[in-house]
């Protein structure tokens, strides 16, 4: 049985960071994709970071780019997003996610399997 398990995400002051993490079981991560995505209130699910196998290429939406880092650690089965300088706009919840391909994709539905999601809130 395939989970993924989020964790790190709570409130925070702009400007603040956190650090999430996405515990995999059931899946040896080394051959996914792993990507977080992200959903707010009232909005569809938007794609924030993605990582391929070995971690030598990542694809991040413009709005994080440079703020939030997404990592993997193949040996702790566990994929990490490093947030930084957080904005009340990142509020939401933050969702892990994978894929048994070499191609990172951005959208939602290229993603078999998802965490239940943790919420991450930025007040300003």
């Known amino acids: 049985q395939v989970q993924l398990v989020e964790s790190g995400g709570g409130l925070v002051q702009a400007g603040g960071s956190l650090r999430l993490s996405c515990a995999a079981s059931g899946l040896p991560i080394s051959t996914y994709v792993m990507a977080w995505f992200r959903q707010a209130p009232g909005k569809e699910r938007e794609f924030v970071a993605a990582?391929?196998?070995?971690?030598?290429?990542?694809l991040y939406a413009d709005s994080v780019k440079g703020r939030l880092t997404i990592s993997r650690s193949n040996a702790k089965n566990t994929v990490y997003l490093q947030m930084n300088n957080l904005k009340p706009e990142d509020t939401a919840v933050y969702y892990c996610?994978?894929?048994?391909?070499?191609?990172?994709?951005?959208?939602?539905?290229?993603?078999?399997?998802w965490g239940q999601g943790t919420q991450v809130t930025v007040s300003s």
């Open positions: 990582i391929s196998w070995t971690g030598g290429n990542t």
């Open positions: 996610a994978s894929r048994r391909d070499t191609i990172v994709a951005v959208t939602a539905r290229g993603y078999a399997y």
